[in-house]
């Protein structure tokens, strides 16, 4: 038996599962709207209905998440905006990974790495573009001037677009991508092997097991 | 109307005054416009901005109850104006065609010489009966040569000709009276009075249109007399382009007035028989006008063949010359009694009337001191209604504040069908006679007009042959025979035009009508509409006609003869040449008219003196006048005050008409109560009394509810911001409007005096799918000195919050 | 095909909203009237006017204004409906197609395939769509003027003028090809300006690329309540023009990317593998 190390704490995973599934609730019915051919899918609105449910849920999640989890969150966000030159060299040495597999050039990386972080930090921010011009849209539309609105949703669209492609980004790599064996386990089971953690995380590897007893 | 519609289209100036085509003709109104585009000028005289005046050139406020005075104003500047240059007017047609050079009485005095009187005054001023309140006529009359000829100064310098009178009576309307009474700005009322005499050059034609605003005042008929003066001075009657234009304010209000929907008129508007005229003869000798000039044609002299004709329609082979055609079968009024609107409605409040059909009206909306005509109602023992809709007329029993149980009036209401549910004629505003067929069928058992009275008269006339009665053979002698069950329209309009009765054929023309009882035709301005060549007001083709001036002589028909333009002889000079060339009505080209139908075809005056006739044929002198000494007023427009006025009259002591009948003195509100000018009027998206357009949605979104219009001014004397709900009263009643306030009404400045105006529209009343407050239960009970019209629009009030 | 066109003189128009009146009879809108039955009160705001706006089922309405230029009072008439311009705002954002050019070059519009986005309502310059919303679940239709091509109720497949020309009584409105339309307008203006109405003009010959609607006025746009030189607003230019190819650019060369990386990044993979299992072995 591979010895585990937990990698995503239960509050965590499931805000990460139901900010998804809103997500991709919200991203197909506003799919429909980008693509002029889906116009007929969304004919008397019931696409929008859809969108405003998986919105509030997308919204409120968070909400609750965020005072019943502070520290983890407050670590989260720290992390997000916290970058030094060994991002640079991750950068570098992406493509070589990706594509070949070679590990050589990457730098060690904490619990996320600077690709994960660089998604987290477009999730944190389209999430909150997303939330204000779209309750902008919703409760202001017939008062609000009409290019306040279009700005909304220029934005939103701007959001969705950058948001919408790392989000394949992020789905490809967590299930497709042949070296991200447990990317898939960590969210869904919360942890990874401590073969896997020491290779793809070595710097939080080190930090969690540093005085504790790696889970078996 | 003189002329018709579409000759609008070729006026140069056009006068709406008393009048708001642009909301109440809004489909005629496309012929000013189109006269617009070729140049013309629009004047708009109104106490408010209307939307006329929003298509007008030139505007011009007047206080309403004022047009003599600005009339008389605009004639005095054409005298004077004539004085320096004659050229710019047609002085051959003043002479040859008008009254101008006649002689008048030399005992006549004007209002000038006896403040504000005419000579011949019965001086019944502070009462209020009819008989007293009246002229003797007889110093107004034409002095006379050995001959029976009116003696005329061709000249026109004699003191005693109507030229030189009207001069010395228009003289005291200056451009600053007319303000002080009018409150016209002088510098507008001159531009006015500027664009409007260049149609008296020859060659150019003014139109003046007019409608109920001239009317509905205490002078309105001498409110017409005064535009009837300018055109004359002006040679704008009987030419293209030119005329005084009733605008008709019903559909067919002009058919059925030419019907005798009137109580002094017989159809083809022959007078009632009164209780004088104890024979046919002696009633003839009475009504038809003689005439010694053998060069006046003095139409009316036709009048026995039109009135035995007429009781040959009505009496068939029952009116010999032995039953003097069955004269005595008619109804004959009391002498000098009036039985209008405003009479009838006194005479059923004092229980005098106790029954009443109502058909196709809405006297409980429409007619003056609504208040007082709705308690009259509750005195009638019965009333039929006849509508197509529940009216405020028929539900009179059950308006707001009234315990049912308290009137004892059986109503009975008819559903009739609409205008477009039926087949038959309707006569325009120009006098066309248009046929039209029934485009749908009526709901239920809703039934037409004719359907109705035919079935009405049959019950009747079996009735008094059953029963008897008082002269129960004016109904069982009738000649009632339409059809069964359902009566053909087809054979009305043919019994109007008339038949040779000796063989059987429609006769093609009134000229053919006989005296000896060989003839019959139910009006005689009809004969010549439905001819053995068919029916000619169902006639559609559209072609202009003759010089192209849009005569339209083969669509539908027009009376009479199928005479677009009456009085064309005018448009002509004395060798039959036409005034305007670009715009000729008739020609005299070789031996003949070409053209319109001439008024009669006599040869031109200076073609053949011998046989020549004068143009204005129905005046049995045969000229047209400036002088009228038939009106009860006098022959000469002069300016009063309306019943209710807020100031005293700036032009003689004599305040209001001293010949109109005062009903109800102490209904008379005065300015220190009632300080605020009230008018009423339409809405284009309503019609009259509201039976038809308050039942429909689409109007109804428009103008949903009554309202009061006002000035800025006025609204902040007031204290009241736009929308806001006020209480409008008069002596007669109150009313609660929502206030619309508005840049279109301004104060009057009258020489330092300022007086508000305001209007409401009337349309409205409490039943219908949009009810509101009846302007008309603020209008007073007193009418017209000669026609009875009431005074709808000039009264007094009082605006509150509420 | 020949564009057609309304032309709209205000000069001539009296205000007598036969046209407005028209246009809810043939389209089958509802009026606001004071029925219990409908619940709306219809009511006098202290003007001619009312309704008080466009609306779902008012598509077109008449203006009345007052002006007081140099102290005289005017009081000015303005048709208040979809212009149907070429270069059309709510066709360049309606996401769906439900608003689309007419082949006879006005802005036609499929209600069926109405999102209810709302996007044409802000995106228009004339500020011309109208909703029926539900605010909370969001449920909408936009209406506009449809130049009464309204399936079953097209009078212009049928050959006709749309309804508010056909009552039109005097003449103020007027349909026809839009090239005979503009000359015809360009007369009257002159027409105009030779009576002394210096400011006259044809408003919609030249405006978004030409309305298909277009009024001869004679005075400033402005004076009309008409925007001078409206234009598509840059945030739907931003969007439609830039933002949203760079959307099909980016989320394109995205899945490309992600599908080439896959295959490669697989065979490689592999490749190592083998090498390792062939070295372990």
Redesign the interface.
């Known amino acids: 038996m591979q010895q585990e190390v937990e990698k995503y704490s239960k509050p965590t995973r499931i805000l990460h599962w139901v900010h998804l599934v809103s997500f991709c609730i919200l991203f197909l019915t506003g799919l429909?709207?980008?693509v002029?051919g889906l116009?007929?899918i969304?004919?008397?609105?019931?696409?929008?209905?859809i969108?405003?449910v998986a919105a509030v849920i997308f919204i409120l999640a968070p909400i609750i998440y965020v005072p019943m989890n502070w520290k983890a969150t407050l670590k989260g966000v720290k992390e997000a905006f916290s970058w030094s030159a060994a991002d640079i060299g991750w950068l570098k040495a992406a493509p070589r990974y990706?594509?070949?597999?070679d590990e050589t050039g990457m730098p060690p990386q904490g619990s996320m790495n600077t690709g994960q972080r660089l998604w987290w930090l477009i999730v944190l921010v389209s999430g909150v573009i997303f939330t204000i011009t779209g309750l902008v849209?919703?409760?202001a539309?017939?008062t609000a001037p009409?290019?306040v609105?279009?700005?909304m949703?220029?934005f939103h669209?701007?959001a969705?677009?950058?948001a919408?492609?790392m989000l394949?980004?992020h789905i490809?790599l967590g299930l497709?991508?042949?070296?991200m064996t447990e990317a898939w386990k960590a969210i869904y089971k919360g942890t990874v092997s401590v073969e896997y953690a020491k290779k793809h995380h070595a710097k939080w590897y080190e930090e969690v097991t540093r005085g504790k007893e790696v889970k078996s | 109307m003189t002329n018709h519609w579409n000759d609008i289209a070729n006026a140069d100036v056009i006068m709406a005054i008393g009048s708001n085509p642009a909301e109440n003709h809004p489909a005629a109104f496309g012929h000013i416009t189109d006269a617009k585009e070729r140049g013309a000028q629009l004047i708009s005289v109104d106490p408010r901005f209307t939307r006329t005046s929003a298509k007008a050139d030139i505007y011009s406020p007047l206080r309403s109850g004022t047009d003599i005075a600005f009339i008389d104003g605009m004639i005095k500047y054409v005298l004077d104006d004539i004085d320096h240059n004659p050229g710019n007017y047609n002085m051959s047609y003043i002479k040859e065609y008008t009254n101008a050079a006649y002689l008048i009485n030399p005992g006549y005095k004007g209002p000038a010489d006896l403040d504000g009187l005419f000579s011949g005054y019965a001086g019944g001023l502070n009462e209020t009966d009819g008989n007293k309140r009246k002229y003797d006529k007889s110093s107004w009359q034409f002095q006379l040569d050995e001959k029976g000829i009116p003696k005329r100064d061709m000249t026109l310098q004699d003191p005693n000709c109507v030229f030189q009178i009207m001069k010395r009576h228009f003289a005291r309307y200056t451009p600053e009276k007319v303000n002080e009474i009018t409150g016209a700005p002088v510098d507008t009322f001159l531009q006015i009075c500027q664009t409007y005499a260049t149609s008296g050059q020859v060659g150019k034609a003014g139109t003046i249109l007019y409608a109920m605003g001239t009317t509905q005042h205490t002078y309105g008929a001498q409110n017409i007399r005064s535009y009837c003066i300018l055109q004359l001075l002006l040679g704008n009657i009987g030419i293209a382009g030119g005329g005084i234009n009733a605008m008709r304010g019903e559909s067919n209000v002009q058919g059925s007035t030419d019907h005798c929907l009137l109580f002094h008129i017989l159809p083809g508007y022959l007078k009632v028989p009164d209780d004088t005229d104890d024979t046919l003869d002696k009633y003839l000798e009475r009504v038809t006008p003689k005439s010694n000039d053998p060069k006046s044609a003095n139409w009316w002299q036709h009048t026995p063949k039109y009135m035995v004709s007429l009781l040959k329609a009505w009496y068939g082979n029952a009116a010999t010359r032995d039953n003097q055609f069955g004269f005595h079968y008619l109804p004959k009024i009391e002498t000098g009694k009036n039985y209008s609107h405003i009479s009838l409605f006194e005479a059923m409040y004092s229980g005098v009337i106790k029954g009443m059909m109502c058909w196709g009206q809405n006297p409980a909306v429409g007619g003056p001191n609504a208040n007082l005509e709705r308690l009259a109602l509750g005195e009638l023992d019965w009333l039929v209604v006849t509508d197509i809709w529940h009216t405020e007329t028929a539900n009179f029993w059950q308006r707001p504040g009234v315990n049912k149980a308290d009137i004892k009036t059986e109503v009975f209401l008819l559903p009739a069908l609409n205008s477009f549910e039926k087949e038959g004629s309707v006569t325009n505003s120009g006098r066309w006679s248009q046929w039209r067929y029934a485009a749908a069928a009526g709901p239920g058992v809703a039934m037409g007009d004719l359907w109705m009275l035919d079935w009405l008269a049959r019950k009747l006339m079996e009735m008094y042959a059953n029963e008897g009665g008082p002269n129960a053979e004016a109904i069982t002698q009738l000649n009632w025979n339409y059809g069964h069950e359902h009566p053909d329209v087809h054979a009305v309009a043919k019994e109007i035009n008339g038949y040779d009765l000796t063989t059987g054929k429609l006769l093609p023309s009134f000229t053919k009508l006989m005296d000896d009882g060989t003839t019959s035709s139910g009006n005689w301005l009809y004969c010549a509409s439905y001819t053995e060549d068919g029916n000619m007001a169902a006639r559609r083709d559209p072609t202009p006609g003759p010089f192209n001036i849009g005569l339209y002589p083969n669509w539908s028909w027009c009376w009479p003869v199928n005479r677009r333009i009456i009085y064309n002889r005018a448009s002509v000079d004395l060798n039959g040449e036409p005034w305007d060339k670009n715009h000729p009505v008739i020609w005299w080209q070789g031996d003949k008219w070409v053209g319109d139908v001439p008024d009669g075809g006599w040869p031109p005056m200076a073609v053949d003196p011998e046989n020549t006739k004068y143009p204005f044929i129905m005046k049995p002198e045969g000229h047209a006048r400036f002088f009228g000494p038939g009106m009860a007023e006098g022959p000469l427009p002069e300016h009063y005050e309306p019943w209710e006025s807020p100031i005293k009259n700036p032009m003689s002591p004599q305040q209001s008409n001293p010949a109109f009948k005062i009903w109800r003195p102490d209904e008379q509100g005065t300015p220190d109560k009632y300080p605020i000018v009230c008018s009423t009027y339409r809405l284009c998206e309503h019609w009259q009394g509201g039976q038809m357009t308050r039942n429909m949605p689409w109007l109804i979104e428009m103008q949903p509810e009554p309202f009061v219009e006002m000035s800025e001014e006025l609204a902040a004397k007031i204290g009241i911001v736009n929308g806001e709900k006020v209480i409008v009263e008069s002596t007669r009643g109150q009313v609660y409007l929502t206030a619309v306030i508005t840049k279109r009404f301004k104060p009057f400045q009258m020489n330092g005096t300022t007086v508000h105006q305001v209007g409401i529209p009337w349309h409205w009343g409490f039943t219908g799918l949009s009810t509101g407050d009846s302007a008309n239960k603020l209008t007073p009970h007193v009418g017209d000195a000669n026609t009875m019209i009431p005074e709808y629009k000039a009264f007094l009030v009082n605006i509150r919050k509420v | 095909m020949a564009e057609k066109a309304i032309l709209y003189d205000a000069t001539r128009c009296t205000a007598c909203r036969g046209c407005q009146a028209a246009c809810k009879q043939w389209n089958e809108n509802d009026e606001f009237i004071p029925t219990v039955e409908n619940g709306v009160q219809s009511v006098n705001r202290g003007s001619y006017e009312n309704p008080p706006d466009l609306s779902p089922t008012t598509w077109l309405k008449m203006e009345f204004r007052e002006v007081t230029p140099d102290g005289k009072v005017r009081w000015l008439f303005n048709r208040r409906s979809c212009m149907h311009c070429t270069d059309a705002g709510c066709v360049k954002v309606c996401p769906s197609g439900a608003l689309y050019h007419h082949e006879l070059g006005f802005v036609a519009y499929d209600k069926d395939i109405c999102t209810g986005c709302g996007y044409c309502e802000d995106a228009c310059p004339f500020d011309v769509p109208r909703y029926e919303r539900n605010f909370v679940s969001g449920i909408a239709k936009m209406d506009k003027c449809t130049f009464c091509t309204t399936p079953g109720l097209d009078r212009i497949a049928g050959g006709w003028e749309p309804a508010c020309v056909k009552t039109c009584p005097p003449d103020a409105l007027q349909y026809g090809d839009r090239d005979q339309l503009v000359a015809e307008g360009k007369k009257r203006v002159e027409a105009l300006i030779a009576k002394g109405w210096t400011n006259a003009n044809l408003y919609g010959e030249k405006e978004l690329g030409g309305l298909h609607v277009m009024y001869v006025l004679d005075d400033h746009p402005a004076v009309y309540g008409l925007p001078v030189d409206p234009q598509i607003s840059a945030a739907t230019i931003a969007w439609q023009d830039v933002i949203q190819p760079i959307g099909w650019v980016v989320g394109g060369l995205t899945i490309l990317g992600l599908g080439f990386n896959y295959l490669v990044a697989r065979a490689n993979i592999n490749r190592e593998k083998e090498k390792k299992d062939a070295a372990r072995s």
């Open positions: 429909v709207l980008f002029p116009g007929v969304a004919q008397d609105s019931w696409t929008r209905v969108h405003r990706y594509f070949l597999g849209m919703w409760f539309k017939t009409a290019a609105l279009q700005w949703v220029f669209d701007v969705f677009i950058v919408g492609t394949l980004l490809y497709l991508h042949p070296l």
